[in-house]
């Protein structure tokens, strides 16, 4: 079969070109067939990035981390308490996600505690006490995020060495002695079960 007469411009999808030579020329379907099956190919091109088909494949996964201040570490525990000084130690508990730059050590003879801070490594010997007074301790860690919260309170009493009954109530004393003109701190001993001690 023959066509005897067709109009090209309407087999053109809007916006593709199509040049014909010599549209008056009769052509076969055949001849056709070719020129209609890549206007369409164009045509899919065109407009296939203007469909909406839905939500493409995720991307690969991949573990993220965030990063926070460093837990507070556990209560200070003791060793070695004597008159002047005292030996204070704590333990991490975790480094927020980056590692813990520094640590602090507070002490202080009121619970809502005073410049007195050190840095420390988890153990610190504190020098220079008060005999007998009873210290407050608390530590904290910093890292790259900031500082983190300050250990639960703990409480150390140092030793005295001595007590006096001061109006029917037994206190701690700290005992002095006259040594060369000069008073010194006494330390006094008890021997208990052939063993002496360090008292109060």
Same mark, same amino acid.
């Given at each position: 079969?023959?066509?005897?007469?067709?109009?090209?411009?309407?087999?053109?999808?809007?916006?593709?070109?199509?040049?014909?030579?010599?549209?008056?020329?009769?052509?076969?379907?055949?001849?056709?067939?070719?020129?209609?099956?890549?206007?369409?190919?164009?045509?899919?091109?065109?407009?296939?990035?203007?469909?909406?088909?839905?939500?493409?494949?995720?991307?690969?996964?991949?573990?993220?981390?965030?990063?926070?201040?460093?837990?507070?570490?556990?209560?200070?525990?003791?060793?070695?308490?004597?008159?002047?000084?005292?030996?204070?130690?704590?333990?991490?508990?975790?480094?927020?996600?980056?590692?813990?730059?520094?640590?602090?050590?507070?002490?202080?003879?009121?619970?809502?505690?005073?410049?007195?801070?050190?840095?420390?490594?988890?153990?610190?010997?504190?020098?220079?006490?008060?005999?007998?007074?009873?210290?407050?301790?608390?530590?904290?860690?910093?890292?790259?995020?900031?500082?983190?919260?300050?250990?639960?309170?703990?409480?150390?009493?140092?030793? /005295?060495?001595?007590? $006096?009954? *001061? &109006?029917? +109530? !037994? %206190?701690?004393?700290?005992?002095?002695?006259?040594?060369?003109?000069?008073?010194?701190? /006494?330390?006094?001993? $008890?021997? *208990? &079960?052939? +063993? !002496? %001690?360090?008292?109060?």
């Amino acid at each position: 079969m023959r066509i005897e007469n067709y109009n090209c411009a309407k087999l053109v999808p809007s916006g593709i070109s199509l040049k014909v030579e010599d549209p008056i020329v009769p052509r076969t379907v055949s001849e056709i067939t070719p020129v209609l099956t890549s206007v369409e190919s164009a045509s899919s091109k065109r407009k296939k990035p203007e469909l909406d088909v839905g939500w493409g494949d995720w991307s690969a996964m991949r573990v993220g981390t965030t990063w926070d201040v460093p837990p507070a570490p556990s209560p200070v525990y003791f060793d070695e308490t004597k008159q002047t000084s005292i030996k204070a130690m704590f333990n991490s508990q975790g480094d927020g996600g980056t590692p813990v730059l520094e640590w602090q050590l507070n002490w202080a003879l009121t619970a809502d505690g005073g410049p007195d801070v050190t840095p420390s490594q988890g153990t610190s010997i504190i020098l220079n006490l008060l005999a007998g007074r009873t210290y407050f301790f608390k530590a904290r860690g910093r890292n790259a995020v900031g500082w983190g919260a300050w250990s639960p309170l703990r409480t150390a009493t140092l030793i /005295a060495g001595a007590l $006096v009954n *001061v &109006a029917s +109530v !037994w %206190k701690r004393a700290v005992p002095y002695v006259k040594e060369g003109g000069v008073w010194k701190m /006494a330390r006094p001993y $008890v021997k *208990v &079960a052939g +063993v !002496w %001690k360090e008292t109060l």
